[in-house]
T-cell receptor
């Protein structure tokens, strides 16, 4: 079956702009989470959605937001982009919500802010 | 509070020799522990997971890890390294009883010498 699909793969934006990233989970997976990966901070949890509801949120400013649709697809939005937002953004889906469910990750969207 | 520490930022081994990537964790609850691998410009792939069943966990590509509660460790091993194993490896801990609070280790870059 198809894996987790993230679009676009690469994106270049200017400071102050906003951006929307998309994630399509594995069919049947209802939990989608987002992560930011940078060389300096490593992998950091942004938020997780389950059944269209945000279940957990990491320690990021309000410029970072997301949503999940009824078909479990998710979008992440970053407003008023800053240079420090340049990163690889990874989406992951899983079949349940408990801690023992492993995540399947997409290949990521590499965002560059100039 | 929970945390995960990968003790080596970079490990270099010769092809055909054993691999050991070290991970220590701290968790107030029964943890679920995972190892993921990330090849360049790719997402994270699940290698194996521990979820309170057998303490010796076998994963894909010949990797295995042993959960040692007394040492709070979950080291990743492979008897014989292959060139294709060169990648970044992440040790991950999540709360078993909660709906996701995922903590990533800082990663270990594995290099394989011919």
């Amino acid at each position: 079956k198809a894996g987790v699909t993230q679009t676009p793969r690469y994106l270049i934006k200017t400071r102050g702009q906003q951006v929307t990233l998309s994630c399509s989970p594995i069919s049947g997976h209802r939990s989608v989470s987002w992560y930011q990966q940078t060389p300096g901070q490593g992998l950091q949890f942004l938020f997780e959605y389950f059944s269209e509801t945000q279940r957990n949120k990491g320690n990021f400013p309000g410029r970072f937001s997301g949503r999940q649709f009824s078909n479990s697809r998710s979008e992440m939005n970053v407003s008023t982009l800053e240079l420090g937002d340049s990163a690889l953004y990874l989406c992951a889906s899983r079949n349940g919500q408990g801690g023992d469910y492993g995540y399947t990750f997409g290949s990521g969207t590499r965002l560059t802010v100039v | 509070a929970q945390s995960v520490t990968q003790l080596d930022s970079h490990v270099s081994v010769s092809e055909g020799t054993p691999v050991l990537l070290r991970c220590n964790y701290s968790s107030s609850y029964s943890p679920s522990l995972f190892w993921y691998v990330q090849h360049p410009n790719k997402g994270l792939q699940l290698l194996l997971k521990y979820t309170s069943a057998a303490t010796l966990v076998k994963g894909i590509n010949g990797f295995e890890a042993e959960f040692k509660k007394s040492e709070t460790s979950f080291h990743l091993t492979k008897p014989s390294a292959h060139m294709s194993d060169a990648a970044e490896y992440f040790c991950v801990v999540t709360l078993y009883s909660s709906a996701s609070k995922i903590i990533f280790g800082s990663g270990t870059r594995l290099s394989i010498r011919p």
